[in-house]
């Protein structure tokens, strides 16, 4: 009898948390895993004196489908992804809805979309964000894809993601990959964010001496204003804790960060479509530096840095002035990641709803915070706004923090402190504010060496070389691009 709602493939505990939040939605279920075992198991302990029903073959969890029929995958990304898709599609007909929730790169999800919809079904590339709990109570949840496949799946989507006042965290985000590529910049954007809280409490300690208990409580206070966040919060909670031993467990733990690749492939893409998304490239590179731990140890004791190494002036007005850095160079990064959002739109033609996006993270995902209410607020004021940094609120915000943020960067060269996040986001502020950039002498410095000609402002859109030494050639180079 066709009497599920949805089917959920992958019972790993994202899964099986995605299932128990739309049972509890008022969703029937249908649960199917490739080990099935794995089926019987969830049924009888977890999903136990629910409405959840399971399938032991795709086959029978697809004759259990209500029309049009949806099924959502969360298994791993790759060709997990595809075998699925593979076996599907026979047992599908035109207009059944395949939903990926998987950590699936966009370009997967853009040439899946494609195939589906040659097959007349409908994909949908969905972002997931907020780990075992969100899934359970609340995730964050980025659905692009077919766009004829939203009504149908909407009411389960809004049901079971986190809400925000009334408000859910998820909408549609816009066509064929965009909902991996928006999920993807989160992911960029939150190691971002987590460098930056890095950077605030390398200051504190190092430059003021600071220990993790007194630095719990400026995290605690920082957490009541701007930059009221999910990260902030843990911070605080991180630094006061711990170890059995009555010390401080952060301390404890090896300098040298991971990474999965997500962050990697927002740098990558940010490259790939030239913007510059440098906050977090230099996070990107800082995990990396902090993962040649060894090297590092050797380096400290043969490169000696400044002399002095702490700082002398008042210690909580320079508090006041990290808060304020970090406030401005967190502007700075949601602004490249909302640039490389829209420099894909383009590239892909999608119609990329910004405030949306803004409010699929304000709730429920990593990054979540109090900022992005005034990010979606900044979109909904004007739709086509180029960038967060023309924003009144946001203008004037980053214009408020910029002295306190230029002396924390200037301090932290002088007492030889690495700040790449704070830094970096500083010269980008500096350089998207400048109306001449020294990228004339790039152009001579190419027309030099490799005729590559030139345009000159005076006669906009006319390329022109000059013979630079008077023995090179006059004529200009359209095929050599060194
Ligand atoms: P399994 O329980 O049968 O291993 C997370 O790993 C989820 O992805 C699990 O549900 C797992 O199924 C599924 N998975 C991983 N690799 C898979 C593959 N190659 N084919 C099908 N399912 C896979």
Request: glycine share 10%; with cysteine.
């Amino acid at each position: 009898m066709a009497e599920a709602d949805i089917a959920l493939i992958g019972l790993a505990v994202m899964g099986q948390n995605l299932i128990l939040n739309m049972n509890d939605h008022g969703f029937v279920v249908c649960a199917y895993n490739r080990t099935v075992e794995k089926v019987d198991k969830f049924l009888a302990n977890e999903a136990k004196g629910t409405k959840i029903i399971g399938a032991r073959s795709l086959d029978e969890m697809v004759k259990k489908l209500k029309k049009p029929r949806r099924v959502m995958m969360l298994v791993k990304a790759g060709s997990a992804v595809d075998a699925f898709i593979d076996q599907l599609v026979p047992l599908l007909e035109k207009g059944d809805i395949i939903i990926d929730g998987g950590n699936s790169e966009y370009t997967d999800s853009r040439r899946r979309h494609k195939s589906l919809k040659e097959k007349g079904l409908l994909f949908v590339g969905s972002g997931v964000s907020g780990g075992e709990d969100g899934a359970r109570y609340g995730p964050s949840l980025m659905p692009g894809g077919e766009p004829e496949a939203w009504p149908h799946i909407k009411d389960i989507f809004q049901g079971i993601a986190a809400k925000v006042g009334s408000e859910p965290c998820c909408d549609w985000v816009g066509e064929d990959g965009a909902g991996h590529f928006v999920k993807m910049v989160h992911n960029g954007i939150e190691y971002g964010d987590m460098q930056l809280i890095c950077e605030a409490y390398s200051l504190m300690k190092d430059a003021l001496g600071m220990s993790p208990g007194e630095m719990s409580e400026v995290f605690t206070e920082w957490n009541k204003g701007e930059l009221d966040s999910f990260l902030i919060e843990i911070t605080k909670d991180i630094l006061a804790y711990k170890d059995v031993d009555g010390e401080y467990l952060v301390e404890k733990i090896k300098d040298a960060a991971g990474q999965k690749g997500t962050g990697k492939w927002t740098a990558i893409s940010a490259l790939e479509y030239g913007m510059p998304v440098t906050l977090i490239g230099e996070a990107v590179f800082a995990r990396c530096l902090s993962s040649l731990k060894d090297e590092r140890v050797t380096a400290s004791s043969q490169l000696s840095g400044p002399e002095v190494t702490k700082y002398d002036g008042d210690k909580k007005a320079f508090i006041e002035d990290i808060r304020q850095a970090l406030y401005a160079s967190k502007i700075v990064s949601y602004a490249q990641g909302f640039m490389l959002m829209r420099e894909a739109a383009k590239e892909f033609n999608w119609t990329l709803n910004y405030g949306g996006i803004a409010l699929m993270w304000r709730g429920g995902c990593i990054i979540r915070s109090r900022f992005l209410g005034n990010i979606k607020e900044a979109f909904e004021k004007n739709a086509s706004l180029r960038n967060l940094l023309l924003d009144d609120f946001f203008k004037t915000e980053i214009l408020k923090c910029q002295k306190a943020w230029r002396k924390v960067v200037s301090q932290a060269v002088l007492l030889g402190i690495p700040t790449p996040a704070f830094s970096t986001a500083l010269a980008f502020f500096d350089g998207y504010r400048s109306a001449r950039l020294p990228a004339n002498l790039i152009q001579a410095q190419r027309d030099y060496f490799g005729a590559h000609t030139y345009e000159l402002l005076a006669s906009p859109g006319k390329f022109v070389h000059t013979n630079w030494t008077g023995h090179g050639g006059n004529v200009s180079s359209s095929t050599y691009n060194a």
